[in-house]
């Protein structure tokens, strides 16, 4: 949406002239057009017309996506118009706005599963909970125990009781974050009990990039650099389960399923898999 004016021979144009602040002005408000152009966009006539919707009245994205997939349009896939109104319903139309000032850089963060908490873990060995329904205010602060360079993941229990943190170790760590105290240090005000991953047969000490509950929070599963994953029975306290997954870091993995049975990984190998206990 640039116009340009054709500037006299020998002299900068406008667009030259312009100043990065300047440059970055006129994105910010191509950004913020565009951003408005798809809350109040609406799908197109060759959409909308096999689907018997009237003008301005909302079609679902279930009902988009099975249009698409029977080829109502007869044009195969979706227009521009048509995917940005199926954006528009989850496009965010508040923000961005800063939770935290922190004095280190903030190297993850997640949503517990009802949106109620978020959760932020920082280099310089800190976890911070925010309580979302109540202004962003702290639910909990926690210091960290041994991190090697920063908290490479975190995950919320499947009841928002525990927290387990990792860090480039081959230990996890739970800490309990629906007690009463507010500020939890480490083994001085509070107990965060650390879970061993390493074997014997380990030639080095591994680094865990990912940490995830499963759904009924009897296991932890991780991901490392030691190509492999594994499976920690809570209960049992002790690894049930390891296996090489992949040929370089396993930087994310994830239980499927409530059946515990069902794995997703992702891997610098440029490989997601799927891993079951058949295989």
Same mark, same amino acid.
């Given at each position: 949406?640039?116009?340009?004016?054709?500037?006299?021979?020998?002299?900068?144009?406008?667009?030259? %002239?312009?100043?990065?602040?300047?440059?970055?002005?006129?994105?910010?408000?191509?950004?913020?057009?565009?951003?408005?152009?798809?809350?109040?966009?609406?799908?197109?006539?060759?959409? $909308? +017309?096999?689907?018997?919707? $009237?003008?301005?009245?909302?079609?679902?994205?279930?009902?988009?996506?099975?249009?698409?997939?029977?080829?109502?349009?007869?044009?195969?896939?979706?227009?521009?118009?048509?995917?940005?109104?199926?954006? $528009?319903?989850?496009?965010?139309?508040?923000?961005?706005?800063?939770?935290?000032?922190?004095?280190?850089?903030?190297?993850?963060?997640?949503?517990? *599963?009802?949106?109620? @908490?978020?959760?932020?873990?920082?280099?310089?060995?800190?976890?911070?909970?925010?309580?979302?329904?109540?202004?962003?205010?702290?639910?909990?602060?926690?210091?960290?125990?041994? @991190?090697?360079?920063? =908290?490479?993941?975190?995950? @919320? *229990?499947?009841? %928002?009781?525990?927290?387990?943190?990792? *860090?480039?170790?081959?230990?996890?760590?739970?800490?309990?974050?629906?007690?009463?105290?507010?500020?939890?240090?480490?083994?001085?005000?509070?107990?965060?009990?650390?879970?061993?991953?390493?074997?014997?047969?380990?030639?080095?000490?591994?680094?865990?990039?990912?940490?995830? !509950?499963?759904?009924?929070?009897?296991?932890?599963?991780?991901?490392?650099?030691?190509?492999?994953?594994?499976?920690?029975?809570?209960?049992?306290?002790? =690894?049930?389960? $390891?296996?090489?997954?992949?040929?370089?870091?396993?930087?994310?993995?994830? !239980?499927?399923?409530?059946?515990?049975?069902?794995?997703?990984?992702?891997?610098?190998?440029?490989?997601?898999?799927?891993? +079951?206990?058949?295989?």
């Amino acid at each position: 949406m640039h116009c340009k004016r054709k500037a006299p021979h020998g002299e900068p144009s406008q667009q030259e %002239q312009a100043s990065p602040a300047d440059a970055n002005g006129l994105f910010a408000i191509e950004e913020e057009i565009c951003h408005l152009t798809r809350l109040k966009s609406e799908p197109s006539d060759r959409t $909308r +017309t096999p689907l018997h919707a $009237r003008k301005k009245c909302h079609i679902s994205t279930f009902k988009l996506l099975s249009g698409r997939e029977s080829n109502l349009s007869g044009f195969g896939r979706f227009s521009s118009a048509d995917c940005s109104y199926a954006l $528009r319903d989850h496009l965010p139309v508040k923000g961005p706005w800063c939770v935290d000032d922190m004095d280190s850089e903030a190297y993850i963060s997640q949503f517990s *599963s009802d949106g109620s @908490l978020l959760i932020g873990g920082f280099r310089g060995g800190h976890i911070r909970i925010y309580n979302a329904d109540n202004k962003w205010k702290i639910h909990k602060d926690i210091t960290c125990k041994k @991190l090697r360079w920063t =908290v490479s993941d975190i995950a @919320l *229990s499947p009841d %928002q009781r525990y927290l387990a943190y990792s *860090s480039l170790s081959p230990t996890v760590h739970i800490v309990n974050v629906q007690s009463a105290l507010k500020e939890s240090h480490a083994n001085i005000t509070e107990i965060h009990e650390g879970l061993d991953f390493s074997d014997d047969d380990d030639e080095f000490s591994f680094g865990i990039f990912s940490v995830k !509950f499963s759904k009924d929070g009897h296991h932890l599963v991780v991901g490392n650099n030691n190509e492999s994953i594994c499976i920690y029975d809570l209960g049992a306290n002790k =690894v049930t389960e $390891r296996f090489h997954a992949h040929m370089a870091d396993v930087n994310v993995v994830t !239980f499927a399923d409530e059946s515990s049975d069902v794995l997703y990984s992702g891997s610098d190998d440029s490989l997601c898999k799927l891993h +079951t206990k058949s295989t």
